[in-house]
């Protein structure tokens, strides 16, 4: 069975860099696509960006081009998503699903928090 396990969260200050990794046990089919979402109290649950375990193409949510790029490790079963220029809004709870397509999920892990916040 397939778990996820994030890490990498932490606190910033604006304009700051942060690495999140999703730690994978277990196989994954080229078809399965990994997500990251983030979630607040006040916005819920925000698709932040995916990438197919396979071929490796990916997606980013408006909110993250330009500053986040995602990417995937098969050889350490791991995915990444790198953050530049956090902004106080990128603060929230990120966390690593597997999916069937872009935005869907049907695994979750627990989560790793970042705080943007002088």
């Known amino acids: 069975q397939v778990q996820l396990v994030e890490s990498g969260g932490g606190q910033v200050q604006p304009g700051g860099s942060l690495t999140l990794s999703c730690a994978v046990t277990?196989?994954?089919?080229?078809?399965?696509?990994m997500n990251w979402f983030r979630q607040t109290p006040g916005k819920g649950r925000e698709f932040v960006a995916a990438?197919?375990?396979?071929?490796?193409?990916?997606v980013l949510a408006d909110s993250a081009k330009g500053r986040f790029a995602i990417s995937r490790d098969k050889a350490e079963n791991t995915v990444r998503l790198q953050m530049s220029n956090l902004k106080p809004g990128d603060t929230a709870i990120y966390h690593c699903?597997?999916?069937?397509?872009?935005?869907?999920?049907?695994?979750w892990g627990q989560g790793t928090h970042v705080t943007v916040s002088s």
């Open positions: 277990g196989r994954l089919l080229s078809s399965t696509v």
């Open positions: 699903a597997t999916g069937r397509g872009i935005g869907e999920y049907d695994r």
């Open positions: 990438i197919r375990w396979g071929y490796g193409t990916t």
